[in-house]
Structures are given as structure tokens and as C-alpha cells.
């Protein structure tokens, strides 16, 4: 079963980091130095030869429902290592992690003048899985020496399988926080010869169940005299998707006018790290709105003469109002508007909630109305506006299809059914394990639509 941590840990940039780098830095340079050049050599052709490879069954996981709801999804695959020539093997591991992490630029602390130390974050481990698909052997004597294994040449699979549970957050990458996930796998050598070992992110999306996108959203209430109803036929949408709004207007004294208005898309997002806590709402587009469709009110609801419809046929759906009695008349409006969704960017993520991140996505509506005042002899016309907002979720764009998505790089093998991508170190040359800035910036890192499409 996994781990679910909740240890929590603060984590602030200093210039002590730095030359704690530029020493390792130097350190590495120096030690390779001193290398034998057979050493090198043989390393080289032994990287060239050998490839390590993370087969998925779904490259990108679907989480259905609401946390509360949901009841998660399987994370299944395989680890392959291909040898051109027979290897010795001290141990093969695979790591699944999933951490959220949180920044506080604001958090200053005060440490010196010239101290770099104001980036305030937050990290914290939400999930952990670890994997030995082949352990280390001690000789059976006294001296507890450990033994290599042989691995023949050949293609070496080892599947594997982890259910996640539905509470677990959902991938998201935003200016202030982010949640990743991904499989780690190492492959320890004999001696000083450096070990293989291969990163791949593993996308978490959350979707809602078919039956509650299904019934879509309306509100209604009356505001500044102006009764409204406003439609949705769906809760959530995905990026870079339309909204089809339903918008019916009424006022509820003669002599009131919409004239127009404005549909804007809000983003807002909270950010929580340790004590404090940060608030900022983004727009994210917006529509100006000239015509609501104007239309004056249906003939059975006049009350009237039978002399007034002297003039009008009974297959008439309205009545003909005179110009110069526009303003004594009530009217109603009816528009079908569509509303397009922006695709994602750095301002614009899908709508999630966790203990330290929650976005969420309003459609704000602003309806500008004039009323005809009338003192004695004296017509003014005041202008009012009524605001609405009604809450909307956006998903990822991956989930505008029911087809999983495909990387660019990968490749997808039709025999096996998984879906292969990234290339371990060795195809690139040895370079250390490092830190975790080296594994999200090196050559195995997701591909560049992850940030884009997410």
C-alpha cells in the first residue's frame, strides 16, 4: 500500500545553496578528472549499449468524481531494461512520489542585507510507493559481502501496479504551487561504474461523473428591478472549450431598458503555506455583450381593447407598438450567447482543491440598465448595473475527448499495449543523480506540452 505522508517542511533559497553547488560542482569536475581513461572508456560503451525504459498501460491517469466520491484509479505498467551484453546488477528499484509544494515570495525573512533568503515554500510528500524488482544478496558467511547478479543480454520486464486512492489531488501546475507526480527507477552496478536510472511523470486528471456534468446549472432572482434566469447546460467544461448561456431578462417596472453588459471568466485562486494564507483573483476573458435580443411582450399578455386589433391579424405573434409608446411598455430579452473558454496558459489551470491549493472558476455577469424617470415635465434616464456570478468548473483540456492524449516523443508499442517514454541517462551520457532541480530540468523530464496542456 502506499504511503500517505503528512510531514510538512519549510524550504528557503540562501547563498550558502549556491556555494554549496559550486563546490559539488568542483568536487565532480576534479574527481573526474582523475579517472582512469580505461575507466572512461569502458563506462562509455557500457552507457551507449544499455537503455532503460517506464511502460505505462494510460499515460495519463483519469480520477472520476469528487474526492469525497471518487474511487480512484489503478496505475499500471511495466520496467524495461534492454542490455546489449551481459551485466552485473547489484539491485533494481522504482520509486512512485507524489508532492505539493507551495511558494510564498511575500514570506520575507530577515536574515542580512545581503541575504537571499525571501523565497519562502512549502513541501510536502502526499504519496510514496516503492518497488524492488530485484534485491541485493549477502553471502551467507561471516562477511556479509554483498553479491552482484548476472543479468544476461536481453529486453528484462518487470510490471508493476499501485492503486491510487480518489482523494489524492490532481495534477496542477500554477504560479504559486503545484502538485507532480512521477515514477523514479534506479539501477544499481558493481563498483565505481555509474548506476542507470530513468524519471517519468505520471499526469493526474480529474473529471466529474457523466451524471452530475449532465444536469447543468441555473440560477434565477430579481435584482435593481431586473428579473433574470441564466442557463447552463453543463457544470464543467474543458479548456479551451464554448459555453452555450441561456440568458432571460425581464424587468419588473415599465420604462426599464438593458442596454447592454459584459460576461467575464474569473479565476480564483488560494494558496495556503504553513500559517499563511494568499488570495488573488485573475480574469481570464471577457465578452461585451450590445444586444440582449430585445423583444416586446406576447399579445396575451397585454391587456387590451378589442378595438386595438383593428390593425393586427390573429397569426400575429406580438402586437405593433408605436414608437412614441415604446416607453410606456415593459419589453423582455432572450439571447443564446457562447462564450469561449481560453486555452491553457501561464494565468489559466483547471479548477482543483487541496489542503494547500485551491482554484476556483466563477462566470460573472454584469447587466447595464437604464430607466426612464419622469418628474412632471422633466425625463432623465438613470443607469443601474446588476451583477451575477454563478460557479463553473474547468477541466483539463485532456479531457475534451474520451481519447487519451498521445506524447510527441512517445511511442506506443502495439504488441504490448503500453506506452513508452523518455530515455534513461545512459543514452546521454553519466551525469549524477543530483538534486531534485536536476531531475525536473534533465533529459527525462515530461514532455514540453505537460505544462501546456495541464
Known sequence: MPNISQTQSSCTQSSCTQSS????????????????NSLLRFTGIISSSSNLKINLVEPILFIRGSPQESTGCFLRGELCLNLSKPMKIKKIEMKFVGKLKT???EGKISYNANSNRNDLCEKREIITHDWTFLAPITSS????????QLLPAGIHTYPFELFLPGNLPETIKAYRGNVTYKLVANVVRQGFLPNVNITRYVPIVRTLLDEQNSQGLSVSNTKESLNYEISIPRRAYALGDTIEIDVKLRPTVKNLRVIGGKIELNEDSTYKAGTQK????NSLSSLQV????EQRIPMERRNINEGDLSNNTLEDEYIVIPESDLEDENVYYHNLITFPIPKRTNSTHPSCKSSSITITHQLKFTFTTSELLTNGTLKKRKKTEVKVEIPVILLSCRCASDELPTYEEGEYLGDSGYYIYGESNLDSGYT???SESHLERSAVEPPPSY???H
Open 21 to 36: 553547488c559550486t563546490l559539488s560542482t568542483t568536487f565532480n569536475s576534479l574527481h573526474t578528472k582523475q579517472r582512469p
Open 103 to 105: 511558494f510564498w515570495p
Open 141 to 148: 558467511d561471516t562477511s556479509n559481502v554483498t553479491q552482484y
Open 278 to 281: 494568499y488570495r488573488e483573483i
Open 290 to 293: 450590445k444586444d440582449y435580443g
Open 432 to 434: 549524477s543523480e543530483g
Open 451 to 453: 505544462y501546456d496542456l
